[in-house]
């Protein structure tokens, strides 16, 4: 099977799609008669197996954008096809996907979080004001999922489940495939990592930390009322000042940190004892994936894909999401736990996340399509 995937962000890795762009176009696990190409409009170095399509338009265009990156995207595939004639078309974002939906019947698209689904439901945005831009990409991903004749790739059972009830829909219509994280992540030695942990140490990575539960942590760490290492990474340097008021008077040691590259996490990783995430939403996680591979226990709140992400292993430290109390028991059980929570058990958690298995699973899912 000939895969042509396109994505917008490819060469610049900073969200869970990129990556699993990047883990495809790299990836020396295909077996059979499997080929993968890549189409982007990212900034990318020539390469045999990615193309490029170029976005350029006048600025007055700028609010049908979408519509236009929709035509691009399709007009530049069906140009590749003359000379790589794959077997199916997939998106990273079954938004941009709709227009090749309709027009190549071998089009699927995946979804990888509930943004256009629940567009009226955001508590720290314009709570259920009409933005009609949202609207009409809520309106476009429906009936994608509605009309789409191949299996629309979801990231967990939950958001499969949220796209079911939302889009009404069957829940025939999807495929879950988990996000998967790089072998050489999995293969770390976590019995070493364990001996350089930083004691009393918490790492918080998100960029949009408010509807990450921040707050939340900030309250349940005064609960706590220790001494506590906390590194933030993610939200932009306007917001600073704010954060660092919700520890005044605490005995917090904050290192407040912008966005950090992929490398620079995962180092961080290595040297924090817990990774927390008290979502009030969460697709899936692939970050806990990671940050377990870095030996470090997980509290997250129980609530979307998290907990497929930790599975039911000691590692992870779940509790009801909006509850600050909770969170502080949760905290102190993973910063006070023995390390022999970083054990077998996980490694074989881990490995079924692994890169090989998702490109893999993404060809099944594509080979047998029943609805195509």
Not at 258 to 279: G, T, Y
Not at 305 to 311: H, K, Q, S
Request: hydrophobic share 40%; net charge positive.
């Amino acid at each position: 099977m000939r895969v042509l995937f396109c994505t917008n962000a490819f060469s610049t890795v900073s969200n869970g799609p990129a990556k699993f762009a990047a883990i495809l176009a790299s990836t020396k696990h295909l077996s059979g008669n499997r080929e993968i190409r890549i189409l982007t409009e990212d900034s990318i170095e020539s390469q045999g197996n990615v193309y490029q399509v170029k976005l350029k338009y006048p600025a007055f265009f700028q609010p049908f954008s979408q519509f236009i990156r929709m035509y691009q995207y399709h007009r530049v595939a069906m140009q590749i096809r003359k000379n790589y004639p794959f077997d199916v078309l997939v998106y990273n974002n079954a938004l941009v996907g709709f227009l090749s939906m309709l027009l190549f019947r071998g089009t699927t698209g995946m979804i990888n979080d509930y943004t256009n689904a629940t567009w009226n439901e955001d508590p720290f945005g314009k709570s259920g004001e009409k933005n009609l831009k949202r609207r009409v990409f809520f309106e476009v991903e429906k009936w994608f999922c509605r009309l789409s004749r191949r299996k629309i790739i979801t990231n967990s059972q939950y958001l499969s489940s949220v796209l079911t009830a939302t889009y009404g829909v069957d829940s025939s219509r999807f495929s879950v495939l988990h996000k998967g994280i790089e072998e050489k992540l999995i293969a770390q030695n976590r019995q070493e990592l364990l001996q350089n942990k930083i004691s009393n140490s918490v790492l918080f990575v998100k960029t949009n930390y408010l509807l990450a539960g921040f707050s939340d942590l900030a309250d349940a760490l005064k609960i706590l009322d220790k001494e506590i290492r906390l590194t933030v990474i993610g939200p932009a340097e306007s917001n600073h000042n704010s954060i660092r008021e919700m520890f005044h008077g605490s005995k917090v040691q904050l290192d407040l940190r912008a966005h950090q590259n992929q490398d620079k996490v995962f180092e961080l990783m290595k040297s924090h004892r817990v990774f927390c995430l008290p979502s009030y939403k969460e697709a899936f996680g692939v970050a806990i994936l990671e940050a377990l591979s870095c030996a470090c226990r997980v509290v997250a709140s129980r609530t979307g894909g998290i907990p497929e992400a930790t599975g039911n292993g000691p590692w992870g430290f779940l509790f009801s999401p909006g509850n600050p109390g909770e969170l502080a028991i949760s905290l102190e059980q993973a910063l006070c736990s023995s390390d022999e929570v970083i054990n077998e058990p996980l490694e074989q958690h881990l490995l079924g996340f692994a890169e090989s298995r998702l490109v893999n699973r993404f060809f099944e899912i594509l080979e047998n399509d029943e609805s195509k």
